[in-house]
């Protein structure tokens, strides 16, 4: 079996070669290839990864290259981990609408639309010369924002399934309040990538007993503190546990002024990087360094085995929260709507499972994202600054006009580099 990573030079990297290696029965991969245009990164992650092969007894071959079209030859699975413009870019998401008086943020708002103006022509790109080189693989896509980068993918017509690591990292979390194993919990998790709600928290599988009342009553404060909103806002919202990503929605004022008197997440991180790089470097170091969980994407390496697994037959497991076509499982939605669900995964793709009734203090603001989706994919298409500031408009973080007209015009003004039309 061989892998691709398109953005193999992340400091990401490591955390998904430890789970290839610590997994290998349930995804044996023979070769893995990194790619990455940043030569010195990704020689100084191809290094460690190497190491952490061999620490671990794993007999697969990791290659490096910055050719992309020989790093996708012959792949069976193609996973796209890459940014745009790097942690420079991320800096100016984050700051600039903040002048506005909007979240600055990379994934969602005018920061996250910024992300998917310069990413999705990139991604589209690599996929079009993966489908040329390799028209059977699976392209699996953790690039922000994943819900609208797939559907740019699907719509396209490539192989794709979009991961993220919210619905496991909640997996393992509320394993460890309740005493069980993570294979135990089974997520009836609803809605769009980075904009969900755990509905329900099953032991056993999709038709095991649903234990989220229990989990609320007993460590109902744990996890709203976690999600840093008020305990009663959970029962408010009907016993359901929002993605922390809600918080931008539910207390948006409050966000801005945080992000306001703190350095940049993009800050954080770039710093974070570049002590990374370093310990990489270190050719004795050969398991991923504790620090790498600071970093973020925590147990992206778990998913993203599950799921290219499923997706290429092997022993994955069945059900898993991916992102793919809504196909009407959601009935408010248009079926070419990209939704972030439980899935029946295996060859054929993911099916996602039925999902009950949905509140509509959920229902509405799905719907009113999903609008934004699809206006921010038809700018990130085919450009120009009316459809940016439709896109703006549309969304419920931004939704003035006059905050949509200057968030356009500094959105474009940061991102010239990487907008062919403007």
């Known amino acids: 079996m061989k892998l691709t990573v398109v953005g193999g030079g992340s400091t990401y990297t490591p955390e998904l070669v430890d789970g290839f290696a610590r997994l290998r029965d349930t995804l044996p991969v023979e070769e893995l290839v990194l790619v990455d245009p940043a030569a010195e990164r990704l020689e100084l992650v191809g290094g460690l990864a190497r190491r952490i092969f061999a620490k671990q007894g794993h007999g697969g071959r990791v290659v490096t290259t910055s050719d992309l079209d020989a790093g996708v030859e012959g792949a069976d699975a193609v996973l796209l981990q890459l940014r745009v413009g790097g942690q420079a870019a991320r800096q100016q998401d984050e700051t600039w609408p903040l002048e506005c008086g909007c979240i600055g943020q990379e994934t969602t708002g005018a920061g996250g639309l910024a992300k998917a103006l310069r990413t999705v022509p990139v991604v589209l790109d ?5 489908r040329r080189t390799n028209p059977n693989a699976w392209i699996i896509d953790f690039t922000n924002p994943v819900g609208i980068v797939t559907r740019a993918l699907l719509q396209a017509g490539h192989r794709a399934v ?3 690591n919210v619905a496991i990292g909640f997996q393992r979390k509320f394993a460890n309040l309740l005493g069980v194993t993570p294979s135990d919990i089974h997520l009836d998790h609803l809605g769009l990538n980075h904009l969900t709600w755990e509905t329900a928290v099953r032991l056993g599988g999709p038709e095991g007993d649903d234990v989220l009342p229990k989990l609320l009553a007993e460590h109902g404060e744990t996890i709203a503190a976690d999600l840093k909103l008020p305990p009663a806002l959970l029962d408010r919202l009907g016993g359901v546990i ?10 948006h004022d409050e966000v801005v002024r945080e992000l306001r008197t703190k350095p940049s997440r993009a800050a954080e991180v770039a710093a974070m990087e ?16 504790e620090l790498l969980a600071k970093r973020g994407g925590a147990y992206y390496s778990e998913a993203a085995v599950d799921l290219t697994a499923a997706l290429l037959g092997g022993a ?4 898993q929260v991916v992102n793919t076509y809504n196909g009407g499982t959601l009935p408010f939605l248009p079926d070419d709507a990209v939704i ?14 039925a999902v009950p009734d949905v509140d509509p203090l ?14 921010a994919l038809e700018a990130a298409l085919r450009g120009g600054r009316d459809r940016v500031f439709r896109a703006l408009l549309a969304h419920p973080l931004v939704g003035q006009y006059e905050y949509a007209d200057a968030l356009t015009d500094r959105l ?11």
């Not at 959920?362 to 206006?375: C, Q």
């Not at 474009?412 to 403007?422: K, M, Q, S, T, V």
Request: some cysteine.
């Open 162 to 164: 979009g991961l993220c």
């Open 126 to 130: 690599i996929a079009e010369r993966v």
């Open 362 to 375: 959920f229902a509405g603001l799905v719907a009113n994202v999903t609008a934004y989706e699809e206006l």
């Open 274 to 289: 570049k002590q990374l790089l370093e310990m990489y470097g270190d050719p004795t170091l050969d398991e991923k360094p």
């Open 316 to 319: 994955g497991n069945p059900y």
């Open 412 to 422: 474009i003004a940061h991102n010239r580099e990487h907008l062919a039309w403007a």
């Open 340 to 353: 972030e669900v439980q899935a029946a995964v295996g060859p054929s793709g993911a099916l996602p499972l």
């Open 242 to 251: 929002p993605s922390y990503y809600l918080r931008y929605y539910y207390a």
